[in-house]
């Protein structure tokens, strides 16, 4: 009995030390925990949490300038490139619209905030604006221009994604027009450049679960667990109807890839649970675009479309502001009609494209659809106040499954995707076939389900 005692500890020490799923779990039950019992030490641990996210932030531009340049490059065909771009888009945009309808027929069916009956005179306006600092979404014409790029070094420096993927798009062209033989160095420095930033990646998801620790601490300690009854029934409605978008979403996998969702939820479980754990999905997407690749994408397809969704893609978050705005009118006794409904949907697929990067943008979203509808008070958005953060989980893990469905769709549509090779790895074997260049992970460090590549090996 002491042996099988001794085993068990062995065995559960070894998978503490080379799991990061384990780990993460464990600084999430941890977090919550603290937050709990010691609410102003959790409220403190946010530094952790914001640390990592800054460290992270600092490798995703110089990360999707090589992996777009190099995928450019080795397609060959710049053609091909713009190509997945408008299809891209044209899957956005249809995913985006599902989320929001669904979104509005469950705010319909459940009525979350009926009977409620708020007085938006007794909402406090201020506290609105304290949340998005004043700020205002972007018009059309406004996000199309922020997207172009003013500075080289600014738009690495000021972290903008799509300026970063408009600079790797004419650096790629070039490279295609130049060729191989007038620029024979430049490619193999880039292709070292982005080994390096993974390497780096590596390192940095050692303190992915100090993270989680520090900000589940924080949300649980700041906030507790009183909006829980407070807005069970929003609460239960969006989780719900996210989890039926995402079922929509693994049907969807299956008849344009042949591909499991529960499979590859799997194979990328301790990148969902560290997004889910700090509330950000950015904190995911050097390690998701490595897994992507591995699993059988195209390095141009992965480069181009994943960063991109982050700004296009926000299925949760749609999910979000179309129940939130219904949720809002029943709470303060206003019925909206067909007709207004539908100004939702059309006001929320424009707005829900300028909001990432923008603080407080579900705020500015939901103020902008109500000075749409004129019939529901600005103050009555600070309804959602209490509830906001709550939210975060369910909006990260949908934007961010969202996004990597949208990768294997566009790279099936495309002709850029090898099923063989996307079946093995998400069965949990290494690939059998061809391998796409992925960085070797760090000495001691395992790469979970078989991602990674054998060091050297191309």
């Not at 080994?195 to 649980?220: E, Q």
């Not at 700090?278 to 480069?303: F, H, I, N, W, Y």
């Not at 007709?339 to 923008?358: E, N």
């Amino acid at each position: 009995m002491p042996h099988a005692t001794g085993s068990f500890a062995r065995r559960a020490g070894r998978l503490l030390r080379t799991s990061l799923f384990v780990q993460v779990l464990l600084a999430l039950l941890l977090g919550v925990l603290v937050g709990r019992l010691w609410p102003q030490v959790g409220t403190s641990l946010q530094p952790l949490g914001d640390g990592f996210v800054r460290l992270i932030k600092a490798v995703i531009s110089p990360l999707v300038f090589c992996v777009v340049v190099a995928g450019i490059t080795k397609a060959g065909d710049l053609k091909s490139f713009g190509r997945i771009g408008v299809k891209a888009l044209i899957w956005f945009e249809v995913a985006t619209s599902v989320a929001l309808v669904v979104g509005l027929l469950a705010g319909n069916v459940f009525t979350p905030g009926a009977g409620m009956h708020v007085d938006p005179a007794s909402l406090d306006k201020g506290a609105v604006d304290a949340q998005t600092g004043g700020g205002k979404l972007p018009s059309a014409a406004q996000f199309i221009l922020e997207a172009l790029p003013n500075s080289a070094v600014g738009a690495f420096a000021e972290n903008s994604l799509l300026q970063v993927l408009v600079l790797a798009c004419l650096v790629g062209a070039a490279l295609l027009h130049l060729g191989q033989q007038r620029v024979p160095q430049l490619l193999p420095l880039i292709e070292q450049a982005q080994d390096v930033v993974f390497t780096i990646v590596g390192y940095l998801m050692k303190l992915a679960p100090l993270a989680v620790f520090g900000a589940t601490a924080h949300l649980v300690g700041q906030y507790g667990l009183g909006a829980m009854s407070t807005y069970g029934k929003l609460i239960a409605v969006c989780y719900g109807v996210a989890l039926v978008f995402l079922v929509l979403l693994g049907f969807a996998l299956k008849a344009v890839t042949g591909l499991s969702l529960w499979k590859f939820v799997r194979y990328t479980r301790e990148e969902l649970l560290l997004a889910l754990g700090t509330g950000s999905s950015e904190t995911v997407m050097p390690r998701m675009m490595q897994k992507l690749r591995a699993a059988g994408c195209r390095d141009d397809a992965v480069g181009l479309v994943l960063p991109t969704g982050y700004s296009f893609n926000l299925d949760g978050a749609s999910i979000y502001l179309s129940i939130g705005t219904l949720f809002i009118a029943q709470a303060i006794g206003v019925h909206l009609s067909l007709g207004q409904q539908i100004t939702v949907v059309l006001v929320l697929m424009l707005t829900s494209k300028g909001m990432a990067g923008v603080p407080g943008s579900a705020f500015l979203a939901l103020s902008a659809t109500a000075s749409a509808l004129g019939v529901i008070p600005a103050t009555a958005v600070a309804l959602l106040l209490g509830v906001d953060r709550i939210m975060d989980s369910m909006r990260v893990a949908t934007n961010l499954l969202g996004n990597c469905v949208a990768v294997f769709a566009v790279s099936r549509w495309e002709g850029a995707l090898d099923r063989v090779t996307a079946k093995q790895v998400l069965a949990g074997a290494a690939p059998a076939g061809r391998r796409q260049r992925t960085a070797p992970a760090p000495a001691g460090q395992e790469e979970p389900d078989g991602a990674a590549v054998a060091p050297g090996e191309k």
